[in-house]
């Protein structure tokens, strides 16, 4: 199992940042930091805050995070190949055209 701790630690003190001014956005004392570095199960909510603070994207290093990684980073709905084609659109617009003009028809008649 990855030890997040290390993974954090190693993390903040590459990007320079302050631990001091880290615990002041967190609402943590320096203590806690230093003892969330031993824990080797940080909650993924924790690793999100300090990756938005210290700007670090750890997706790579945690492997928890890649299903999220991989969903935000893939198009919600995958079009079939056909429908990204002119001619399906065509196709398809067309239809809807004579289905709209059935419609007018049937409407001028019942008056």
């Known amino acids: 199992?990855?030890?997040r701790g290390e993974i954090i630690k190693?993390?903040?003190?590459k990007s320079g940042f302050?631990?001091?001014?880290?615990?002041n956005?967190?609402?943590k004392s320096r203590r806690w930091i230093y003892l969330m570095f031993e824990n080797n199960n940080v909650s993924l909510d924790i690793v999100?805050?300090?990756g938005k603070i210290i700007?670090?994207?750890?997706?790579?290093?945690?492997?928890?995070?890649?299903p999220y990684h991989n969903a935000i980073n893939e198009p919600a709905t995958e079009y079939k190949k056909e429908e990204s084609q002119?001619?399906?659109?065509k196709n398809k617009y067309l239809k809807l055209l004579?289905?709209?003009?059935?419609?007018?028809?049937?409407?001028?008649?019942?008056d």
């Open 1 to 3: 199992m990855q030890h």
């Open 10 to 13: 190693r993390a903040i003190h």
């Open 18 to 23: 302050p631990i001091t001014q880290l615990a």
């Open 25 to 27: 956005r967190l609402g």
């Open 48 to 50: 999100l805050q300090i």
């Open 55 to 66: 700007h670090y994207d750890f997706t790579e290093e945690i492997k928890e995070f890649n």
């Open 86 to 89: 002119a001619e399906y659109w």
């Open 98 to 110: 004579e289905e709209y003009n059935e419609i007018l028809k049937k409407g001028k008649t019942i």
